[in-house]
């Protein structure tokens, strides 16, 4: 009998191993089962990622050459603009010149009329001027003739003249003295 046991328990335990190792091999099918749907999960979590990163890729590489488009209409609007300030700038200075000239020309014809008239006429009519408007033309006369004008004036606001002509002063603040 011991013998029979001896031959009994091997087996019995060769019977139970093998149970176990049945189990086993279940519980890893199980497992392996398992884990292959989640590896199978994550790669289509993976592949959707990928999607999702090129459909932004593409979509990023839109809006920059969009964004390029913009910028490069911007530059030529901005060059377009400054053009024509420039344009305008020089226009401004043409027309200053062109009214430089005319307010000279004005300013000779008044001179030769003043120049042409009696002294005593002229100092009474500058006289009543603003102070800036009788010094222009007094100094575009001829000394001689400006000499005459002033002499025949109140000798306060021919003073006051001659003292802004030194002065080189045209300001009309300046005050002369009216009679």
């Known amino acids: ?37 989640e590896a199978e999960k994550i790669l289509e979590q993976k ?35 400054e053009n024509e300030k420039k344009n305008l700038q020089a226009l401004i200075k043409k027309y200053q010149e062109i009214l430089q000239a005319i307010k000279n020309a004005k300013l000779d014809k008044i001179t030769k009329s003043y120049a042409k008239m009696r ?12 102070p800036k408007d009788a010094l222009e033309i007094l100094q575009k006369l001829q000394p001689k003739v400006m000499a005459k004008i002033l002499a025949k004036m109140d000798p306060m606001k021919a003073a006051k003249l001659t003292e802004l002509m030194q002065k080189g002063d045209n300001n009309e603040s300046t005050d002369i003295p009216k009679r």
């Open 1 to 37: 009998m011991r013998f029979f046991k001896l031959l009994f328990i091997p087996l019995f335990l060769f019977a139970v191993d093998n149970q176990k190792l049945l189990d086993c091999y279940e519980i890893f099918d199980q497992k392996k089962a398992e884990l292959e749907a």
């Open 47 to 81: 592949e959707a990622f990928e999607a999702l990163k090129n459909t932004y890729m593409v979509l990023m590489k839109k809006k920059e050459k969009r964004l390029k488009e913009k910028e490069k209409e911007l530059n030529a609007t901005l060059t377009k603009i």
């Open 119 to 130: 002294p005593n006429n002229a100092a009474q009519i500058l006289s009543n001027m603003k």
